[in-house]
């Protein structure tokens, strides 16, 4: 009797809960698609007044930046689109493009929060650190972590700078013979991560060899992959994202950096016992970690446990691919422009003066060197793209505006190619950056580190490290061109090679 009353009622209620979800489903999708639609709206009436290149129903501009060679595409729009431009990733993602100091200025010296549609895929992985925070919080670490960039650190590493550089050194003077062309970027990817664990973790990551590089994998597939999100637009979406393969690799690679980080704090922790900052300063020299470790709020608390392993992150993930990428760029300009090159390597044998090894005063007066690096950084900016959303309206000098709530993107590298802030922007000229040249300049038209309240936080530790690794490269090798491979620019959010970085390598000492 129960059971046929059962079995009466049970496809009944299946049907009907069958029916009840499907147009669940079915009115959030449509309550989705309006508010994607409404969204389109606003974002197709704020950059009204801005031409732009024509947009494609369905990939926006997406695709053609990828058909036309992605940067070069971007100048070529730039070129044609005074200041600025609107810039679509599909359809519901638009931003406002821009690449003109003026336009920089009104919205990077305000310290608006970074645009949520392309911060928020960078949450699985690197967490709510310093890069995507915002508001009071991103403020009160901002303050905390500031020490972990002073002077006094900084000086502390320029030996363990030096020490990354000879191992790398070494492993090419290995694979030298007379003059032989090495691919550099993928070795410099192992230096930069080697010197970075040493400054945040205070260890090594096995002697830059493949072994034990889950890490530095895991890290260089994510930042691929979080491009490639980006450009995607029905990646957009966390739901349909979690479902590609492409996402399920994501989440993957986020667990290894995540167990990895967490089993270093988890030690480091062990290892301290609580011991103050201070005292611990007197047997060695403070890492970032224990900077993080130590650091104390207005009500003495320390960074709780997810608030530290997302910082330490955000280090690795900022401070690995860009100073990778800078160096390597830089060492192709030299090998570019040999004048240069012989030019700075004199500087350095000057101040040397014989000696293998730098110490802290030397940095300051490799003046032409930092020219170089200026210049390389103008041509070939680590970070090419910023993204923000407005807090509020913007009016731009020549009186077109923005409302609240826009996406703006600063396209550093147009900015730096603008021929109407920049001679010959095509020329590399180091000096461009002396200081009579530099004084009349726009303070928005170079911004390699970003700018404002949000710029790079850690401008200086990045110069250091980039002048010892740069000097020590050019003492013992002369670099020149492959002909046969040059490299081809491609945006991974940060500047990489598509083919990597092919230089002739001379050996000197
Ligand atoms: C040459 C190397 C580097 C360059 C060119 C560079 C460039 C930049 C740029 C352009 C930004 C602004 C990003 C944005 O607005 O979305 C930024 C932010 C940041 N960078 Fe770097 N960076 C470099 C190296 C590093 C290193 C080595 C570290 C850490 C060890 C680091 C940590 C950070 C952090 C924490 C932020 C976020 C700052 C904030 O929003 O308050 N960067 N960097």
Redo the contacts with the bound molecule.
Sequence with gaps: MVFSWLSSWLPVSLHRLWLWSTALVLALGLLQLTRLLARRQKLLRALDSFPGPPIHWFFGHAKEIEEGGGLDKMISWANTYPSAHPLWFGRFVGFLNIYDPDYAKAVYSRGDP?AWDI?SFFLPWIGK???V?DGPK?FQH?KL?TPAFHNEVLKSYVSLFAESTHAMLEKWKEKVCVNTCVEIFNDMGFMALDS?MK??FGKTHKGQTQSGTDYYLASTNLALMMQERIQTFYYHNDFLYWLTPHGRNFLRACKIAHDHTDKVIRERKAALKGEELEKIQKKRHLD?LDILLGVKDENKTNLSDMDLRA?VD??MF???D??T??ISWFLYCMALYPEHQRLCRKEIQEILQGRDTFQWEDLAKMTYLTYCIKES?RLY???PQ???QLSKPVTFTDGRSLPEGSLVSLH?YALHRNPTVWTDPEVFDPQRFTPENSSGRHPFAF????AGP??????Q???T??KVVTALCLLHFEFSPSPTQPPIKQLQLVLRSKNGIHLHLKRLT
């Design positions: 970074k911060y650190g310093l890069l925070l991103w901002r972590l970075l400054c945040i970032f910082e955000t280090f900022e401070g690995h860009t100073t990428t800078s950084f900016p680590t970070v910023v993204y923000r550093i911004m390699p580190f970003s949000r710029n790079f936080i850690g401008q530790f990045a110069m490290e980039m």
